[in-house]
């Protein structure tokens, strides 16, 4: 739990409960969603597929690997029906557009909330953070990664961040790794540029968790919310979200069983 960020502890949720009649256009909230996908195979894509959209149906089958078109229709239905619980729309009926970096976004849907979301996947796992009229990023990423994080940290992070990793015990590094990566990525989305925006440009500090931004990004570094949590021992999970003077955003995070979507 960082900068006010309130943390709800992780349970089952189900996906099918109607939006409120008055959703709450400027609630300071963040929901966190997540589906399990280890287990996916051919039945529960073939499960899932009847929920997309033709896009989205044509894209999902040029992904080559089964493991990434799961992931990617999990991640469309999850976000289609989590904007369905905040909004009185179906989940069918949401139009999505994308920035010139290819960060997906809700059309302009006149008379319903502003809301903003975005998606994250790993092995095993697909994420969707949601919120109201602010900039939001998310991050997920497996621990079990075969990576030579240090490398990786010397060649993108900035010098501070490569220290920070350096100073710790050796036991320790890999999870700060993970942390400062997700973080990084997380933030990067939020702003919708992603891997653009090179990773040297600004560092994190973990404890206390905060971010310093390098003068050609023109950032303030209170103007932003950030997360650090786990799914499991081996999912690490960071959302950034950008945050108004003296905002306290909360965040709740919950499963959403894999069946729930189909
Ligand atoms: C955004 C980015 C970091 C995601 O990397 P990744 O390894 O696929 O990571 P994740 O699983 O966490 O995120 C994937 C999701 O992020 C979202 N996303 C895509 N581009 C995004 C962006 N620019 N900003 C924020 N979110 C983005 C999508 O929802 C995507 O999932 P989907 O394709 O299944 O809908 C990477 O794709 C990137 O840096 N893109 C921008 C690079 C660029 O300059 N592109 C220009 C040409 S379009």
């Given at each position: 739990m960082a900068f006010g960020l309130q943390v709800n502890p992780a349970m089952s949720s189900s996906l099918s409960n109607p939006a409120?009649?008055?959703?709450?256009?400027?609630?300071?909230a963040i929901d966190v969603r997540y589906v399990l996908t280890?287990?996916?195979?051919d039945d529960e894509y073939a499960r899932l597929l009847p929920q997309l959209n033709p896009d989205d149906r044509a894209r999902a089958a040029r992904f080559l690997l089964l493991k990434d078109r799961i992931a990617f229709a999990a991640g469309r239905i999850l976000v289609r029906r989590l904007l369905s619980q905040h909004a009185p729309?179906?989940?069918?009926?949401w139009q999505l557009t994308q920035n010139a970096f290819g960060k997906p976004a809700l059309a302009p849907h006149p008379g319903l909330p502003d809301l903003r979301f975005n998606v994250s996947h790993t092995k095993g796992v697909v994420a969707a953070a949601l919120t109201f009229g602010r900039e939001i990023g998310i991050d997920v990423e497996s621990?079990?990664?075969?990576?030579?994080f240090l490398e990786i940290a010397r060649s993108q992070f900035s010098f501070v961040e490569v220290e920070l990793l350096e100073s710790l015990a050796k036991q320790n590094q890999r999870d700060a790794f993970f942390a400062l990566w997700t973080l990084k990525e997380a933030w990067t989305k939020a702003r919708g540029a992603g891997l653009s925006i090179?990773?040297?440009?600004f560092a994190f500090t973990l404890d206390p968790l905060g971010i310093c931004f390098s003068p050609q990004l023109a950032e303030d570094p209170h103007a932003w919310f950030f997360l650090r949590d786990r799914i499991s021992p081996t999912l690490q999970l960071a959302i950034a979200a950008h945050r108004r003077p003296h905002e306290r955003l909360t965040c709740s995070k919950h499963e959403v069983p894999l069946t729930d979507l189909f």
């Open positions: 409120p009649a008055n959703p709450a256009p400027c609630n300071p280890h287990d996916a195979g729309e179906p989940a069918s009926g621990l079990d990664h075969p990576v030579d090179p990773l040297s440009d």
